[in-house]
Nanobody, 124 residues
Framework: QVQLVESGGGLVEAGGSLRLSCAAS????????MGWFRQAPGKEREFVAS????????YYADSVQGRLAISRHNAKNTAYLQMNSLKPEDTAVYYC?????????????????WGQGTQVTVSS
């Protein structure tokens, strides 16, 4: 099992920045990719960004390209999501997920582990 704990959410004004962290513990050697997803009230959970653990390849949703950046620190078993130029429509609960294979991109449906989520609220 892999446990994921997110932190770093909060309230920020439009145009501001936040950095989310996702710390993995347990069988971290099995993690091949990690991703960030978000879910706004009344909407489905959606993909935001992902990173492969070994090669560091990154993928982004079109809506966040150029504003958000995913990274990882392998020794700390931690993934990060740097969020800049935040917009009110970025308001959501942000979830970290992990997958034990990187053969195909991580998605909501194929993630093996999930964190509890952290709230991000962007005021206009």
């Amino acid at each position: 099992q892999v446990q994921l704990v997110e932190s770093g959410g909060g309230l920020v004004e439009a145009g501001g920045s936040l950095r989310l962290s996702c710390a993995a513990s347990g069988r971290t050697w099995s993690v091949a990719a990690m991703g960030w997803f978000r879910q706004a009230p009344g909407k489905e959970r959606e993909f935001v960004a992902s990173i492969t653990w070994r090669g560091g390849s990154t993928y982004y949703a079109d809506s966040v390209q150029g504003r958000l950046a995913i990274s990882r620190h392998n020794a700390k078993n931690t993934a990060y999501l740097q969020m800049n130029s935040l917009k009110p429509e970025d308001t959501a609960v942000y979830y970290c997920a992990a997958r034990t294979t990187a053969r195909t991109p991580i998605t909501v449906a194929n993630s093996d582990y999930w964190g509890q989520g952290t709230q991000v609220t962007v005021s206009s």
